[in-house]
């Protein structure tokens, strides 16, 4: 009877095993669901969430003009959003949310270089460079990080007298995308 009652204190042993063991997957199972409903939503966000994002270069010397001019930057490399005009050179953000913003302004020869970014009217950063006859190529670069509402325009000027140049490789460029909306 010993040996008996062993063989069935083993046998609900392994069912009260079992039991927890099906409480353990049953957690398990569930949490795993949560989680893929999370990825899911996750997904979901990112598919909605506006994607802005461009990148341009003159792809001609511009200047020296008698009056200060925007630049418009022709040939386009990215344009996600659609929110550059490469037929007015200026960024209209589609959506309200911080953008980062890059240019850069080439030349090589004894001209002055001065391009500015504008937000609407206002002056917001500049790369400035004068060069001599000895002085070679040059080139500055310029960044900042703005607050936008959605339909303000971003675009750079090249002051009067001064010239910036570019050809097929690209020197003289324009480039802004979203951070976060």
Do not use: C
């Amino acid at each position: 009877m010993g040996a008996t009652l062993t063989a069935s204190e083993r046998q609900v042993k392994e069912q009260k095993d079992l039991l927890s063991l099906r409480a353990t997957v049953e957690k398990q199972s569930s949490a795993l669901q949560e989680l893929r409903a999370t990825v899911e939503e996750l997904k979901r966000e990112n598919r909605e969430r506006p994607k802005v994002a461009f990148s341009a270069s003159l792809s001609e010397t511009k200047g020296p003009f008698n009056t200060d001019i925007t630049l418009v930057y022709k040939h386009v490399f990215t344009n996600i959003g659609k929110a550059y005009s490469p037929v007015t050179g200026i960024f209209k953000a589609p959506v309200s949310g911080i953008y980062y913003f890059r240019f850069t302004a080439f030349g090589f020869t004894s001209k002055h270089r001065r391009v500015s970014l504008y937000k609407g009217g206002q002056l917001m950063v500049t790369v400035t460079d004068s060069s001599t006859p000895h002085d070679g190529e040059d080139s500055g670069s310029n960044g900042v990080t703005l607050q936008l509402e959605k339909g303000e325009e971003v675009y750079t000027r090249l002051k009067a007298e001064h010239q910036v140049y570019d050809d097929g490789a690209h020197h003289t460029t324009f480039t802004g995308f979203l951070i976060s909306a």
